[in-house]
């Protein structure tokens, strides 16, 4: 599989940064078109992103080169190559948290609400940027036949045979999870009685049991001595998802709800 989209001589364009260019600019679009509908403007939205993007592809950029210290230390000038692969959506998502709860209160946004309408979309960015996985040929499973590979398109067959290898789409399996939960997520966040902060629990919650199953499976690990410590976090992401799920939930169901019109 070819990593690189264009490659014009003096300046290369891959895949992974142009899916994850994709998968920002939908994700995007989606949380913004839902924070018009709860009264939060646009430009705090735009504003927000300009921030929080960047800092999230750092957080996520710093994890992985934490648990890969010994290598990056031989190679630092590597550190940068983030379009090589090597971001760690969970470190990502622990440098967004911050800067998002440190700036709805700065800019005096619901904080709960806001991460509400951003878990939703992140689901679909990241069902959309698990594809520049594929591409640069990472995040895949344990090996396996050509023959149990056979239901998937040709295309991505061909490029999970690494070094005349065949490995399982791992990447695939994640990305569909994460589809299947914006899917889910976008009915859900209809219901007239969801409360405040109750989107992001179930975030939490979905995308932990996900990660949790599907990372049994993968290869490439980053690995606390002999723990896979996406395993590790996701397990983490999984109770406290639970609960603060009963913790929204508590007090009349017409209080604290997601659609009301004042912020609570």
């Known amino acids: 599989m070819n990593a690189?989209?264009?490659?014009?001589?003096?300046?290369?364009?891959?895949?992974?940064?142009?899916?994850?260019?994709?998968?920002?600019?939908?994700?995007?679009?989606?949380?913004?078109?839902?924070?018009?509908k709860r009264n939060i403007s646009e430009d705090f939205m735009i504003n927000l992103f300009?921030?929080?993007?960047?800092?999230?592809?750092?957080?996520?950029?710093?994890?992985?080169?934490?648990?890969?210290?010994?290598?990056?230390?031989?190679?630092?000038?590597?550190?940068?190559?983030?379009?090589?692969?090597?971001?760690?959506?969970?470190?990502?998502?622990?440098?967004?948290?911050?800067?998002?709860?440190?700036?709805?209160?700065?800019?005096?946004?619901n904080t709960k609400r806001l991460l509400d309408i951003i878990v939703v979309s992140l689901?679909?960015?990241?069902?959309?940027?698990?594809?520049?996985?594929?591409?640069?040929?990472?995040?895949?499973?344990?090996?396996?036949?050509?023959?149990?590979?056979?239901?998937?398109?040709?295309?991505?067959?061909?490029?999970?045979?690494?070094?005349?290898?065949?490995?399982?789409?791992?990447?695939?399996?994640?990305?569909?999870?994460?589809?299947?939960?914006f899917i889910l997520f976008l009915f859900i966040r209809r219901r007239n009685y969801l409360k405040l902060g109750q989107l992001t629990s179930l975030y939490m919650i979905w995308y932990g049991i996900g990660r949790f199953v599907i990372e049994w499976f993968r290869t490439d690990s980053l690995m606390f001595f002999n723990f896979k410590i996406a395993m590790v976090v996701s397990f983490a992401m999984i109770i406290i998802g639970i609960i603060l799920y009963f913790v929204y939930n508590c007090g009349s169901k017409m209080e604290n709800r997601y659609h009301d019109k004042e912020d609570v």
């Not at 992974?16 to 994700?27: E, G, K, P």
């Not at 994890?63 to 031989?74: A, G, K, P, Q, S």
């Open 123 to 181: 689901l679909l960015g990241q069902a959309i940027g698990r594809w520049g996985n594929f591409f640069n040929g990472e995040a895949h499973g344990s090996l396996t036949s050509l023959e149990s590979l056979q239901w998937l398109p040709n295309f991505i067959v061909e490029g999970m045979c690494i070094d005349g290898l065949y490995y399982q789409p791992t990447f695939l399996y994640e990305s569909m999870w994460c589809l299947l939960g």
């Open 50 to 109: 300009f921030f929080t993007i960047p800092i999230s592809l750092i957080g996520a950029r710093l994890y992985f080169v934490v648990f890969h210290l010994d290598y990056y230390r031989e190679h630092i000038s590597e550190i940068f190559k983030v379009w090589q692969g090597g971001l760690a959506i969970h470190g990502g998502i622990l440098a967004g948290l911050i800067f998002i709860i440190f700036y709805s209160k700065k800019h005096k946004i």
């Open 4 to 36: 690189i989209l264009f490659d014009f001589g003096f300046i290369k364009i891959y895949w992974y940064s142009f899916i994850l260019f994709i998968a920002m600019l939908l994700a995007g679009s989606v949380a913004l078109k839902e924070s018009k």
